[in-house]
């Protein structure tokens, strides 16, 4: 899986992205619009791309089941095998802790994700109840507030 990652990061490297209005290409300006164009067409073979490989176990717990886009959000969903917990046992006492280093991953991981415009979200769901456990949105903003902390 992170052979899969890293082949869509790179193609992530040959986008030009910024917040600025524009971006010098070629000594003429590049329009945000048409980064924001290409940003999604890149995202849309990131999910056909990834979605060939699901299911795939994750670790002992955890599979990931999906990858879909809307507009330039990327969300993955992942199934838990909970075991004997309740869902909302693991609601109440995973999820600060999956909260967290989740964030940190992701802001290490998938940078140039998020510094061209894309956000991720994760969502995580019962293997059993196929409910949904919880869910984490991920920004560019949010990883710049942990450098802060």
């Known amino acids: 899986m992170q052979k899969l990652l890293l082949s869509t990061v790179a193609m992530f490297i040959l986008t030009p992205s910024s917040y600025a209005t524009e971006v010098i290409k070629d000594g003429q300006a590049y329009p945000v619009d ?11 073979m990131v999910v056909s ?13 955890t ?3 999906q990858i879909r886009d809307e507009n330039l959000t990327l969300i ?3 199934e838990i095998n909970t075991g004997a917990k309740s869902d909302e046992a693991v ?3 995973d999820k600060p802790r999956m909260k967290k280093a989740i964030t940190r ?3 290490q991981s998938s940078k140039r994700f998020l510094d061209a415009g ?13 409910d949904e456990l919880f869910s984490f949105h991920m920004t560019q903003e949010i990883c710049h507030g942990l ?3």
């Open 76 to 78: 993955y969903t992942f």
């Open 118 to 130: 894309v956000e991720l979200t994760y969502e995580y769901k019962s293997a059993l109840t196929k």
């Open 105 to 107: 991953g992701v802001c």
């Open 49 to 61: 791309e990834i979605s060939k490989t699901l299911p795939q176990q994750v670790d002992k717990y």
């Open 63 to 65: 599979k990931m089941t």
């Open 34 to 44: 048409k980064m924001r164009e290409q940003n999604q067409k890149i995202v849309k």
């Open 91 to 93: 609601r109440k006492e």
């Open 147 to 149: 450098k802060n902390d």
